[in-house]
């Protein structure tokens, strides 16, 4: 294959994609939620089940979604040991739920899911909540000019444009750590 400028390169990586897996108990679960409007003041994560006595708290207050990251706030409570049924419902302070059902997450398989307002459905990643894929590649010389990434598949929007070449459904950028990191959106379904 040959890059921009020319160079002849060629080489073979084997990649294994999906859930690590856990490796001991989990002390916490971690509970992220996403509001469009940033209105989060009276919004809380009520837990029951498998969770630390200390951290039991009365209907309707809740642990607040006091941490913040890209994708919005987040929440956690501390588990008991061998915690496998965490039940928990995102409740304003009058006992309002975000969704009518109650959520439950089973920690000794995964431990920290992501929610969106007003929808049911717990999702085990944040790729699986944006429907957004973010690939970091770092080069120990920082050097990316010539470089790409390629993506095929049934999950990779079209056009499957990477690189330098910014389009609506890639970004690039340059980060302070020297990776190039390129944000892709998946196909409308």
Not at 58 to 63: C, F, S
Not at 136 to 157: E, F, I, K, M, S
């Amino acid at each position: 294959m040959r890059d921009s400028a020319g160079r002849v390169a060629s080489t073979t990586s084997t990649a294994t994609v999906g859930t690590p897996p856990v490796a001991g108990e989990r002390e916490y679960a971690v509970v992220h939620y996403q509001r469009p409007a940033n209105d989060y003041g009276p919004w809380r994560l009520y837990a029951r089940g498998d969770i630390d006595p200390a951290w039991h708290t009365q209907w309707p207050d809740g642990h607040p979604f006091a941490c913040e990251d890209s994708y919005g706030r987040f929440a956690w409570v501390k588990l008991k040991p061998g915690a496998r049924n965490v039940g928990f419902i995102v409740v304003d302070a009058n006992g309002v739920k975000d969704v009518a059902m109650d959520r439950f997450l089973d920690p000794s398989r995964q431990a920290e899911v992501w929610l969106k307002q007003g929808d049911e459905a717990v999702y085990g990643s944040r790729a699986a909540a944006t429907g957004v894929v973010t690939v970091h590649y770092g080069r120990p010389d920082g050097n990316y000019a010539g470089w790409g990434l390629h993506l095929w598949g049934d999950g990779v929007a079209a056009p499957a444009r990477t690189g330098t070449c910014p389009s609506a459904t890639s970004t690039p950028r340059s980060t302070s750590s020297s990776t190039m990191e390129t944000t892709r959106t998946r196909a409308p379904t």
